[in-house]
């Protein structure tokens, strides 16, 4: 059994090597709602926080805290209240964006039309590159669950995106 200052260190170093990755998938996950990205780590790092006096029985402390991820994503996406979104046009915006900027904001925006599990499917699949399995455990339901959800999901996305993305990739 770990000391008290030995078991904090161990995880203030997952914690930071960690929080970065996590944000990424969060902003995948959240449309590009860098706030909420934000939150979802912060409540991911406070669960694993709790667990980690136990993270020997973990296996994959990395594997586990993107569960956590997803699983909080998909709990906030359930509430009423998460269906809040900001206002779309600032008043003072910054100048013309650049073309890797523009396909990531068409990306993004394709991404949050998707339903809250079909968006965690293809960044399940797509992003963090996980099995049909591990996608299923992640998100209690089946493997056929996931390949169905993928399948429409991919589709979706191609009706969105139409040829937009053909034509920002080759302006870079």
């Known amino acids: 059994m770990r000391r008290a200052g030995e078991w904090e260190q161990a995880y203030l170093e997952f914690a930071g090597a960690r929080s970065r990755q996590l944000y990424r998938s969060a902003c995948l996950l959240t449309g590009g709602d860098t706030h909420l990205a934000e939150d979802l780590v912060q409540e991911t790092l406070g669960r ?96 056929a669950a996931v390949r169905t959800r993928s399948v429409r999901a991919l589709a979706r996305l191609r009706e969105l995106l139409g040829g937009e993305v053909g034509e920002y990739a080759a302006g870079r």
């Open 48 to 143: 694993m926080y709790l667990v980690w006096g136990r993270v020997a029985r973990i296996g994959n402390p990395a594997g586990y805290a993107q569960t956590v991820l997803v699983r909080s994503y998909l709990a906030h996406a359930r509430r009423r209240s998460s269906g809040e979104r900001p206002a779309a046009v600032l008043p003072d915006g910054p100048g013309p964006p650049d073309a890797d900027a523009v396909l990531r904001l068409t990306l993004l925006d394709a991404l949050r039309q998707l339903s809250a599990k079909d968006r965690a499917v293809v960044v399940l699949r797509y992003w963090e590159d996980r099995s049909i399995e591990e996608t299923a455990d992640v998100m209690h339901v089946s493997s």
